[in-house]
């Protein structure tokens, strides 16, 4: 009976204050599409929600360190897609948005981020643990049959050669002009100007306005009048919460799997990956 009362208002609700809802989309957590993690998945079903019900401006709450390469673009490419269908986007910073999680945020039409938001960490990186020495006290060897040269070039058991160092570091070269080149297009910064910034570090939401990152300082709600008020919305906006559903571990522990693996120090099965990722403090 709850539940039928519930979608009974919601419904009256929509109704009555369709042409000022603004929806809000919540990115929490390590930004991941891999397995059972398909996060940047997720996030784009919401925004296919948010077109389905004709809602016209959208709030990114963005609560992330960063992630994978590849789940970062993909929600930067669908925020793009939502602003040419005339949706307006604006992305609030929350406590932390770095990395990947301020390169999701570039793509909005507007950012503003708290005065003590954590941001930056512009780059790439890719680690991977060696415990080749571990193995040889424990008795372990490993036997490798591979189709080429650089085929096991991230394995554990062997460190890098003088090549596959190079591979690699071309590999982040690549994906890092990617990076700055998006910060670049995206909030009309001079590349060069990017490059004096971009070099790993982390810095304030009221620093990053100085560097051209962020629009305004300012709250959720601030965000959220802002959206309302590009997408010409009169009146108090009503926010409308289609953020994911949250998973059954997200549910039991109030975080995703990845982050229990992180703080375990068990993550190995993915730092393999490029990430943009925050240092740990």
Do not use: H
């Amino acid at each position: 009976m709850a539940k039928l009362i519930k979608n009974i208002y919601e419904k009256l609700r929509y109704s009555i204050s369709k042409d000022k809802r603004v929806g809000v989309i919540k990115v929490d957590g390590i930004i991941l599409d891999t397995g059972p993690f398909p996060f940047a998945a997720r996030i784009i079903d919401s925004f296919d929600i948010l077109e389905k019900k004709g809602i016209k401006a959208v709030v990114l709450r963005i609560n992330s360190p960063g992630g994978t390469v590849g789940a970062s673009q993909e929600i930067l490419r669908e925020i793009k897609k939502c602003r040419e269908k005339g949706i307006k986007v604006v992305a609030s910073l929350g406590d932390v948005a770095a990395s990947g999680g301020l390169y999701i945020a570039v793509g909005a039409d507007k950012i503003v981020s708290n005065p003590g938001t954590v941001t930056g960490s512009i780059g790439v990186i890719i680690k991977n643990s060696v415990i080749k020495d571990l193995y040889k006290k424990i008795g372990i060897d490993n036997q490798i049959v591979k189709s080429g040269e650089y085929k096991d070039i991230l394995s554990n058991t062997k460190y890098l050669s003088r090549e596959e160092k190079a591979i690699l570091q071309e590999l982040i070269d690549s994906t890092y002009e990617q990076f700055i080149k998006e910060i670049s297009e995206n909030r009309e910064i001079d590349i060069n100007d990017v490059k004096k910034f971009a070099d790993g570090r982390i810095f304030s939401g009221s620093q990053a306005k100085e560097y051209g990152l962020v629009d305004e300082t300012g709250s959720l709600s601030d965000s959220v009048d802002l959206a309302a008020k590009l997408a010409g919305i009169k009146g108090k906006p009503v926010p409308v919460n289609i953020s994911p559903r949250k998973t059954i571990m997200q549910k039991i522990t109030g975080s995703n799997l990845v982050e229990i693996l992180e703080n375990a120090g068990l993550n190995a099965f993915y730092k393999r990956i490029p990430l943009w990722l925050m240092p740990d403090f």
